[in-house]
């Protein structure tokens, strides 16, 4: 594993003549990237609120990484998903590439630990306006009730999270892990305010994040991956997903 904050770094892209950058991703293993559900809806031109999970086969999307020698993109279809809403674990989404990553890519490691905040944080993002790219730096603030996590900018003089820099992997400069993906910045620009969404959360939708022993991840089986979609596409899906999260409490598996 490539343990550095650019170790994984994705960017999910438009198909077709477009190639319009529109957010990012983090690599989690050498096949599945992961993102937010949201940004899966903009590269497939689907409304960013839409729940209808992306056909594996068909629905295509596209993904690049920044940081290798390779500029070819890599097409995937969505294995996990789980869409936009009210729920405390939403808006994630795992692609599955139809190849591997280039092997210049890495893959980074996760931290599940509860208490982040107060720790300093980058974050490499790009925008459909510079898909170069940017490096952000600032502050892990605190735990909110929805269960995200509120990041705060470190002044107005350097760049912050903006639009397009969904699904990066945000990096704790104290633990040398990730330890969420971006989710969403706050709308009022007088303010310097972003969300996460913490790995303890993103290893409900995906329980492979690597860890920090630099050990392979075991490799995901396709029985929990489906069983996932379908509590998504379900009426009892937030029942399900109760019972999920009290069987996670009396049977915690930590990263």
């Keep these: 594993m490539h343990m550095t904050s650019y170790a994984g770094t ?6 077709g003549t ?12 050498h096949r599945h990237i992961l993102t937010c559900a949201h940004v899966v809806n903009d590269a497939l031109g689907r409304q960013a609120e839409s729940r209808e999970p992306p056909d594996k086969g068909q629905d295509k999307v596209h993904v690049v990484f920044p940081y290798s ?22 808006d994630v989404a795992v692609v599955e590439l139809d190849e ?13 630990e509860q208490e982040t905040h107060h720790r300093d944080f980058e974050v490499f993002g790009a925008t459909s306006e510079d ?39 945000v990096w704790s400069t104290n633990l040398r892990k990730v330890v969420g993906i971006v989710s969403q910045k706050k709308r009022d620009t007088t303010v310097l305010v972003a ?19 630099g050990e392979e991840t075991p490799q995901p089986t396709e029985q929990p991956q489906s069983q996932l979609v379908r509590w998504a596409e379900s ?21």
Excluded at 18 to 29: E, N, Q, S
Excluded at 69 to 90: D, M, Y
Excluded at 135 to 143: F, L, Q, S, Y
Aim: charged share 20%.
């Design 235 to 255: 009426p009892e899906g937030p029942i399900l997903e109760l019972l999920w999260l009290t069987a996670k409490k009396l049977f915690p598996n930590f990263c």
């Design 100 to 112: 591997d990553i280039p092997k210049d890519v890495g893959v980074p490691s996760f931290s599940c």
């Design 195 to 213: 969300y996460m969404i913490p790995a303890s959360l993103l290893k409900q939708a995906w329980p492979f994040l690597p860890d920090s022993n």
């Design 10 to 15: 994705a960017r999910l892209i438009r198909s």
């Design 69 to 90: 020698a390779s500029g070819k993109p890599i097409s995937g279809g969505v294995q996990i998903w789980i869409p936009v809403g009210t729920e405390r674990l939403s």
């Design 131 to 169: 898909p170069r790219g940017g490096i952000v730096e600032g502050r892990i603030k605190g735990n909110l009730p929805n269960g995200t996590v509120e990041l705060t900018g470190k002044g107005f003089e350097d760049i912050f999270i903006s639009p397009g820099y969904s699904g990066a992997a």
């Design 18 to 29: 477009d190639a319009r950058h529109v957010g990012m991703g983090v690599a989690v293993d």
